[in-house]
T-cell receptor, first 116, second 108 residues
Framework: DAGVIQSPRHEVTEMGQEVTLRCKPI?????LFWYRQTMMRGLELLIY????????DSGMPEDRFSAKMPNASFSTLKIQPSEPRDSAVYFC??????????????FGNGTRLTVT | GQNIDQPTEMTATEGAIVQINCTYQ??????LFWYQQHAGEAPTFLSY????GLEEKGRFSSFLSRSKGYSYLLLKELQMKDSASYLC?????????FGTGTRLQVFP
């Protein structure tokens, strides 16, 4: 299996621009997570999906952030408009589960976002 | 609310043993995970505990006490490649909440 695939690996954009991050989870996994990592705040959960349905988006910082999962093999995280404080590494992760929560999350390699 | 605490940094010598502690207060509990993250890379899974006690996996062991809201990761026979951040994370139903991580530096 190729693992969780994220694109792009690096994104540099100017303040005010729209940014779209993409994720392909591991085939057969029914949970998908978006995290943001910074030195100050560590790994923060933004949103997670179960069977393509958003379950908890309480970590999404504000209305500028949105996430979708149109099918089991693709998800996007969009920031519009972007701001310098959004600069971070964004990780996507997936896991199998059903009602068993012992399945570990598998992380993609992340997207390093820099907003100037 | 949710609170997961770990020491920010630790140092140790090659060949030694180090224990990284984690305390947590969360509204739900479906298990505790430890992850390793090398600089510039993604976190990778190390261990999972859901029942009290010690789980051993090679040079790494993880301990859980649910009544105390406490876990530790024990690394034996430290190697230079063990220099990394170690993240404690609690699963609350579907979601996994991470602590800020402990950066471990191993010196020769």
């Amino acid at each position: 299996d190729a693992g969780v695939i994220q694109s792009p690996r690096h994104e540099v954009t100017e303040m005010g621009q729209e940014v779209t991050l993409r994720c392909k989870p591991i085939s057969g996994h029914d949970y998908l997570f978006w995290y943001r990592q910074t030195m100050m705040r560590g790994l923060e959960l933004l949103i997670y999906f179960n069977n393509n349905v958003p379950i908890d988006d309480s970590g999404m910082p504000e209305d500028r952030f949105s996430a979708k999962m149109p099918n089991a093999s693709f998800s996007t995280l969009k920031i519009q408009p972007s701001e310098p404080r959004d600069s971070a590494v964004y990780f996507c992760a997936s896991s199998s589960g059903g009602h068993s929560y012992n399945s570990p999350l598998h992380f993609g390699n992340g997207t390093r976002l820099t907003v100037t | 609310g949710q609170n997961i605490d770990q020491p920010t940094e630790m140092t140790a010598t090659e060949g030694a043993i180090v224990q990284i502690n984690c305390t947590y207060q969360t509204s739900g509990f479906n298990g505790l995970f430890w992850y390793q993250q090398h600089a510039g890379e993604a976190p990778t899974f190390l261990s999972y505990n859901v029942l009290d006690g010690l789980e051993e996996k090679g040079r790494f062991s993880s301990f859980l006490s649910r009544s105390k809201g406490y876990s530790y990761l024990l690394l034996k026979e430290l190697q230079m490649k063990d220099s990394a951040s170690y993240l404690c994370a609690v699963r609350e139903v579907g979601k996994l909440i991470f602590g800020t991580g402990t950066r471990l530096q191993v010196f020769p």
